[in-house]
């Protein structure tokens, strides 16, 4: 890696680093959350904070097949703002190894509505119990909330939290209405989180030595907020675990065939020929 890794002594305070995404691309033994079928996502998903007030349904979506649909009703904000982080993790102890990735669709009803859809993991202890260290990448449409209520922020597009540092705002460009890749990886060595996006390296926190043992997707309720220019409005986040069929060589994409694979042109399945990123 040619970047000057984070290192995590005692409680020391480190700094997040942000990197331009032509900067370290991923390496390929990230794995994805099983298919989001409803029976997957009712037997092995379970609510974090609070469940999701519209809901957690299996979908089809964005060109997508069995896409999580993590509603928020803004009708029934909950009053403690802990309370209004609404979403879903992984049921008891798993181990996802070091390496996982999420797709996030960044949907276009969110630019005049506050947003929030992030995708966390935490570390095992080595005991069996939570290391503490969190690593966050998340889609935020927001701005300072005048009513005062809500975590505050200001910022459209992509950021990364991590336990000692909190909040870190991205300049990596964003596109409304694309499939967006997101990966968290843990440097048990560096005892680091790396941050991707479209497998581009974004940005490092400090993280725990052994292995990520849950996986969450929140969002939050806006409901009670009020904004100077963003809406408070119901909304839903899209997630989807990657595993798209393609095509495998240009030929295949040619003739119309870049349609059943679910591209927008020719162009993009090409694209997705020669580099294996997945614009879809």
């Known amino acids: 890696m040619n970047i000057s890794h984070i290192a995590k002594v005692g409680v020391v ?4 680093f942000v990197f331009t995404a032509s900067a ?24 974090d904070r609070r469940f999701p007030t519209d809901d957690v349904t299996s979908v089809t979506a964005f060109g997508r097949n069995d896409v999580a649909r993590i509603g928020v009703d803004s ?8 309370q209004r982080t609404e979403g879903i993790k992984t ?17 276009p009803s969110w630019q005049d509505n506050a947003t929030r859809a992030g995708f966390w993991v935490v570390g095992d ?10 690593g966050i990448i998340e ?20 950021r990364v939290w991590d336990s000692a540092n909190g909040w870190t705002n991205l300049s990596t460009a964003f596109t409304y209405g694309e499939w967006v890749t997101l990966g968290i990886e843990l440097d048990t060595v560096d005892e680091e989180y790396d941050f991707y996006i479209d497998g581009n390296l974004v940005g490092s926190g400090p993280a725990g030595e052994n292995f990520i043992r849950e996986l969450f997707l929140n969002s939050y309720n806006y409901g009670l907020d009020v904004f100077p220019n963003l809406g ?5 986040a899209h997630w989807h675990n990657g595993e798209l069929s393609g095509p495998e060589s240009k030929s295949d994409c040619k003739e119309g065939g870049w349609e059943g694979f679910g591209f927008r042109n020719q162009g993009q399945c090409v694209h997705f020929v020669n580099t294996g990123q997945d614009s879809r």
Request: proline share 1%; aromatic share 14%.
């Open 232 to 236: 408070n409005n119901s909304y839903a």
């Open 24 to 47: 370290v691309l991923a390496s390929s033994h990230f794995i994805s959350p099983a298919t989001f079928t409803q029976a997957e996502l009712d037997t092995n998903w379970e609510a």
């Open 75 to 82: 009708s029934e904000t909950a009053v403690g703002t802990f």
């Open 91 to 107: 049921v008891g102890v798993q181990n996802f190894g070091t390496a996982v990735e999420v797709d996030l669709y960044v949907d």
């Open 125 to 134: 202890d080595g005991a069996g119990a939570r290391d503490n260290w969190f």
């Open 139 to 158: 889609f935020v449409n927001l701005e300072t909330s005048t009513s005062g209520a809500s975590a505050q922020g200001d910022h459209e597009g992509w």
């Open 13 to 16: 305070a480190v700094f997040a």
